[in-house]
Every structure is written in C-alpha cells, then in structure tokens.
C-alpha cells in the first residue's frame, strides 16, 4: 500500500502543476479511489511541506502555489539524481522519449543535467537507423513485419514476425521475434534485414515461460571447437579486444584459447587477423584456414 501511495502522491503533485486547480472528484476518478482519499492525500503532502491547498465555493478544489518546484520535499537529492542518471543513459542510447522526458524532470526538480556518458552501440558496419526505429515501433504498437533476411548460411528467405524485443549483443543489434513461418521464437541480425515493412495488423502478445533461445536448440547450435591461436605482438590490442586472457609469450606475442562454435564465422574471425595469427591447435581448423587462405590468394593471381 505504501508504494501505491508514493506513486499516487508524485501523481497527484504532477497534475496539480500541469493544471491551475482540479478538483477532489476529479482526482478520485483518475486514480480510482474515494474523494475521501483524495484529501488524507491531500493533508499528507501538505505535512511533508508541499504548498498544496483548497478552496471552496463554484470554481474552487485543489492547487499548488504556481512558482513550487518538486524538490526535496518528495525525493532526496540522491533520489533526484539516480533518475536523472537513469535517463541520461536512456537517451545516450537515442532513445528520444527519454530525452523528452529528461528535460521536464530536469526542469521540474530545478537541475542542470551534466552530460556524464554517451554511448555508441554502432561499429562501423551499416546500420540502417530507420529498421532500428521501425522496428522499436512495431515492437510497441504490437505490429507485424514482413522483411527479407540473409542467413549465416546465405540464404534469403522472407519472414513475418511479431517482433518482441530489440536486443543488442556482441557489437550487433538483433530483434527478437515470434516467427509466423516457423511457429516459434527467433533472433534476427538487423544489419542482415531489408525491405522491412511493418503493416497494420496488430497481434495479441503471447506467454514466452518455455522458450529456449536460438542457440541452445539443437537443430540451431553449432559443434564446439577447442581452438588455440598464436597472436603476434602487432594484435595485442585485438588480443584485449576479444578475448578474456591470452598468455604473454617472450617475443611480446600471446596466445590464447577459446570455444567457439564452428562456423563460417569462426574462420572469418581468424582470417580476419591475417598474417598476425596463426591456429595451433586443432589440425582440421588449422587445414581449412590453410585452404580458405589459399582460395583468397587464387582471387588476386
């Protein structure tokens, strides 16, 4: 009951500086309650220090003196500042809302923000900012889409989702979506999508307590692979970049082990460094860089 009330009192001073007086019966519509509640809230506020008061007689209710600013009276200055931040990282991540909504609590608790991070989560890659949008839309007016999509494999196939959630993972933006083609739940690379169209049909959003992602299913995961690089001292910040440790070598060099799944990926990433790392270890991963790498070298003879 206590945070029922809370977040009714914030209301309640929140409609009384957005409107010149409302009244009792007004404010126990909007929230639900009897007007006998709307006055203990009314005295409770006016004993925590807020200019609030009543007036009776034709035109008369509630109001606030017009120059209060919410301060500390409702939220400590602590308070204050930790939603500040919070949505300072909201609209670091362009998210335009919370932008909107930064600047009139920054106003109505009398702060100046200070620009304390910015956040990129964009490479250097394409990304079409409007899929991003669009899909941010469709994803909160519970809209299908319909787009054409380039699987790992090369593929392009045409799908139509329910798009649950924009997720971002590993560098890229993906949007998770229940799949009308294939009955299930699936995650999309947004760099992958064209011809994305959201349409007018709305859908009913679903109970997801079982689902398993993509790559925990067995007809989606990859085998794992044990792989030992040798990385030359000239990568070292590559070593840093994307792997958790490396073991120093005399000459500066690291070398480092992971498990992966072995995809076209994998091999991409590897070739990626080339001629500044070298596989060690297995001899089947170490023959099909060897291949690949020589496929490449026929392209340019």
Same mark, same amino acid.
């Given at each position: ?8 009192? @914030? ?56 120059? @209060? ?51 990129? @989560? ?120 994307? @792997? ?58």
């Amino acid at each position: 009951m206590v945070k029922i009330q809370t977040g009714r009192l @914030f209301e309640i001073i929140y409609t009384l500086m957005n409107k010149k007086t409302v009244t009792a019966k007004e404010l126990a519509q909007q929230f639900g309650v009897s007007a006998r509640t709307i006055y203990r809230d009314i005295d409770t506020l006016s004993l925590a220090g807020i200019p609030v008061y009543t007036e009776k007689g034709k035109g008369g209710g509630i109001s606030i003196l017009p120059d @209060f600013v919410l301060n500390k009276s409702i939220l400590s200055e602590q308070d204050q500042n930790e939603i500040l931040y919070a949505l300072q990282a909201l609209s670091a991540v362009n998210m335009s809302d919370a932008e909107r909504v930064l600047q009139k609590l920054s106003t109505i608790f009398n702060k100046s923000t200070i620009p304390w991070m910015e956040v990129d @989560f964009n490479d250097w890659s394409y990304l079409n900012e409007d899929t991003f949008h669009n899909l941010k839309g469709a994803i909160l007016e519970k809209r299908t889409v319909l787009f054409d999509y380039y699987s790992t494999y090369g593929e392009k196939t045409s799908r139509r989702i329910e798009p649950i959630q924009l997720w971002f993972k590993f560098r890229a933006w993906y949007v998770k979506g229940y799949c009308l083609d294939k009955c299930d739940v699936r995650t999309f690379k947004l760099t992958r999508m064209r011809n994305l169209t959201v349409t007018d049909n709305h859908f009913e959003e679903r109970s997801f307590e079982n689902y398993v992602p993509d790559e925990t299913k067995p007809n989606h995961r990859r085998p794992d692979v044990h792989l030992v690089l040798k990385i030359a001292p000239e990568m070292t910040h590559r070593v840093y970049d994307d @792997f958790e440790s490396g073991e120093l070598q005399p000459d500066g060099g690291h070398i480092v082990s992971v498990t992966w799944s072995e995809d076209e990926w994998l091999y991409g990433f590897i070739l990626s460094f080339g001629e500044y790392a070298e596989v060690l270890e297995p001899e089947h991963v170490r023959e099909t860089v060897r291949e690949k790498a020589r496929k490449v070298m026929e392209r340019y003879l």
